[in-house]
């Protein structure tokens, strides 16, 4: 129960990395806002297409190593990629006019990143009618 837990938030955290990431494609500027940063792009969206791309690429990694069922990879590659809410966040918190409203968001990503990697490394995948090893089976299958 635990492990489905994990895996319905981290889907969570994927599907919402995809929308980040498109919203920072598309729509630049009311991205940052809610990033919660404030930059002078002067028509340039560099910035914000290397977030958006970064963000999109992370939500499908995440989608991906779900629906593959590829649990331990994506506890390893949750726990790996809380590296991302850690920087960002102190970015956020580098800048005088933000606070720790602008932070939660950030700070979110990295409890949910965190435990849920975690969770996913530490539980035994729970496969039905699979409890024995396909090596045993066909061993059976011979005598």
Do not use: W
């Not at 630049?28 to 792009?41: D, R, V």
């Not at 992370?58 to 994506?74: D, E, H, P, V, Y």
């Not at 390893?76 to 720790?100: C, H, R």
């Amino acid at each position: 129960m635990t492990q489905r837990i994990a895996i319905a938030l981290a889907l969570l955290t994927g599907l919402g990395m995809i929308f980040i990431g498109t919203r920072f494609l598309i729509a630049p500027e009311i991205a940052e806002a809610g990033f919660g940063i404030h930059f002078n792009e002067q028509g340039d969206y560099s910035f914000h297409y290397i977030k958006g791309t970064r963000d999109l690429f992370s939500g499908i990694i995440i989608c991906l190593l779900i629906f593959t069922r590829q649990t331990k990879a994506l506890g390893l590659a949750l726990l790996a990629g809380t590296i991302i809410p850690i920087a960002d966040m102190l970015l956020v918190l580098s800048k005088e006019y933000n606070g720790i409203a602008q932070a939660m968001p950030h700070i979110t990503a990295i409890i949910i990143c965190s435990v849920v990697g975690t969770i996913l490394l530490i539980t035994q995948p729970s496969h039905k009618n699979e409890t024995t090893p396909d090596y045993q089976k066909n061993k059976a299958l011979l005598s």
